[in-house]
């Protein structure tokens, strides 16, 4: 907690905004220039999109009253233009049949499907009522809040009125938290989202596990691909050949678990042979004595028997990244929570960048902009939470609280009982591992409420479900975006909200006024916040609707001089290499490579990624994806797949160390992957019949995923820890 | 008269499919039809293997074998070097999708003629790229006259080896790549 309250701190302390101007023209004008044909019958709405969590700017051209084509805004950092295959099929979301239309509140038991169909009045009303049973009986921290994306920013004032600390989004410990932790323990501030690599510039990059191009993040892929093509070479540390080992120089089909040993040793080698920024590190680096002595045990032979990476191949890559510091990116990798020791790992990644100098460099990792847009003074105190947070055990459990320890105190009571859960825009069964205790966690409840816009798994298991209207049907909160530049971004339907549908703020402001928190909306409309919040930061609120992004000019900086010195936010102002704070904790100082446990004879690491046309299981019902990647595959290598008598596109079944067996899925029989895993993208094999398309459509590798192994620093889970063997169908 | 051409620089492509929704959106391409695609191809044993990524499309040839062939005169090509169906002469007949070795085409399930991409012309008319083109995140799809020797893909095949598919079919496509394997040592 000690970190992110520090975090928080320095932001609300960061300077108001420098230079204050606009950049860029008319929209229209640079839409046509950039290749859209503009037709004078029809309007077109700026926004940011929602198909993915980069929020690019797009352009929704409406016709007859009906969204018909997105385009890329060209004025906007993220997209500049260009949208990804999802983002180019919003209107498949849009348009989907198989949307939730109505408030609906159950009949039957949970998960059973029966529902009746409700008023608004009728849903909101017993939602409240619902909510208060449960503050006067057991208190308000005994309503936990989970969310992902836009809406979670709409029912925060809704859960703090309420009293309760207990929120958290599978964002922080299913996904990024070792990263954040591990960053901020070492430069005192995470790389952030979009992560602020500044590839177009970079000499070598190195990837480990991230496998950009199926990881569909739109300008990140563009600054990849233009770095690639000005001669920048490649590194990829990566059990499967991905798309991105396509393009690379160097393929290290890295054996799972042990890419902490690879890293030592490239930092071994880097100082041995003095190919660190040894200016840098001596002027803004603390602990790198100990960091030299330390390492000097991780050989590149040592580290080749445990990564199965040839020692020739460890040093060969080490003197690309150290002959061509500081211009070099050692991605620091996004989804982290692999194998339960991750912010070692993770540790290990901001070290690298630390002594190649990278921070702050060209081709390296960017400053972020000093300068912000402050949230305007709030009115009403929330009231002081008469508990402490679950997740308040972790050193580093980060704002975004974590989802495993609410879901464990739901299953015991203890530290004190948790008995509703608001859940929106979370797929939670398919967003954290052990689905049955996710689900042991539901059958405890005495009220669990959906806001969702699709029938996924968790939805279907609410007592109420509130149908939320998709992105280009509402406003949402103004995307302030501090990276290399501060933009603010604007969130405006482009066509009324279809069915029964609302928008996730009129929600969280209705349950609100029903509760007699509505102090906490102040605000008749989301339009009018944000109108006020415009006034307060002085941008003109036409400007921002008309364009759709206000960039501030000359708020970027992203590179060290003399007059922009960088300032680490650690307790020593320093970069450290060495953490005091995680010695305090009883933590390893530096990373100290531990062995995880590797798959017996006959069985398979199963391991997971992303398609570049779906974002997890939200995307898999929309026609437009769907008919490009219907079902997901497990890839399984050559030879062993001929061992095992497997042909690709065969349907086989999936087993997992505990007896649990996966619903059908496709072998694909590739020499792309490692002779010990088994890969799949995540997100299928969902289980409404309501879904059309993606019901039942592939195997869903969270249901494999039954044991996971906790971070002791951040409390992420580690899901990669599990085995399973294939089973023919007979 | 522009000569119209893509150049696809295959280094850039990451395989990403948003040519391919772009594209069915702008001309509304029935479902389970395509005009473009993303082919992946694998060589080689792990752990020593290269791959390619290759978008695919009408090569808009200038012996257009589907042309040749249609009976109707449905099929054609005109100055500027796209080829295009007049969708009111067109039978159905599916001489055009036997006789083109790309499997650029397909019957339009609802209307009974071929369609295939058509270089988004509509979109040429008002001075713009092709949708496709347009989205492309790796810009790996490059469109451009090569009448006019200033042209990015006038510059491009100057600049890099260049090849077409299925050269020995004597079409004479009008898309042209460039490749580069990515190489493990």
Redesign the interface.
Known sequence: MELTRRHFLRLSMAAGITAAGVAGGDLLGLL?A?????DRDARYIPSYCEMCFWKCGLVAKVADGRV?????NPLHPNSR?????????G?GLLYDEDRLKYPLISCGGRGEGRYKRASWDEALGYVAEKMDRIKTRYGPESLAFFAHGSVTAHFVPLILGFGTPNFAFPSFAQCRGPRIAAFELTFGEDPGTPERVDLAGSRVIALFGSH???N?H?SQ??D???G??KGAR?IVADPR?S?????????L?VKPGTDTALMLAWMNVLINEDLYDRAYVERYASGFDSLRSHVGQYTPEWAASETEVPAR?IV?TARELGRNRPNVCVHPGRHSSWHGNDVQRERCLAILNAILGTWGRRGGLYLKTRSSLPVPPQKEEFPEPQKPPLSGKYLSAGAEGVTNAIRDATRTGKPYPVKGWLVAGTNLLKAMPNERETAEAIRGLDLLVAIDVMPFDTAMMADVILPECTYLERHDEVYVQRDRMLTASIRQPAVPPMYQSRPGWWIARQLSVRMGLGSYYPWGTLEEKIRSECAFWKVDYGELRSKGVVSFSGTDNPYITAENQPVFGTPSGKIELYSRELEKKGFDPIPVYSRVKQPAEGWFRLIYGRS??HTFTKTTNN???W??FRENEAWI???AADRLGIEGGQYIRLENQDGQRSDRVRAKV??????DCIYMVHGFGSRDKSLSRAYKKGADDQGLITRYAVDPVCGSTGMRCNFVKPVLET | MPGYAMVIDQRRCVGCMACIVACKTQNGVPPECFRTRVVEEVDGVFPDLRMELRPELCNHCDSPTCVQNCPTGASYKRDDGIVLVNRMRCVGCKACIAACPYGARYIDPDHGYADKCTFCFERLEEGEEPACVSTCTGRARIFGDLEDPESEVSRLLRGYASYVLLAGAGTKPRVHYIRKFGKPE
Not at chain 1, 84 to 89: E, L, M, P, T
């Open positions: 046509a950039s290749g859209v044909r503009i018909v084509t997105l385009y890329g233009g260009r949208l990804c295959a999802r983002g180019n099929a209107v950009l191009g199926e569909m739109n892929v563009q990849f691909v233009e690639l093509s490649l050949f798309t991105a080992a396509g393009k690379a120089k160097w393929w089909p191949l060969r570049p046309v026609e437009r994806l008919e490009l290598n050559k030879g590739t020499e792309r992957i490692r002779p």
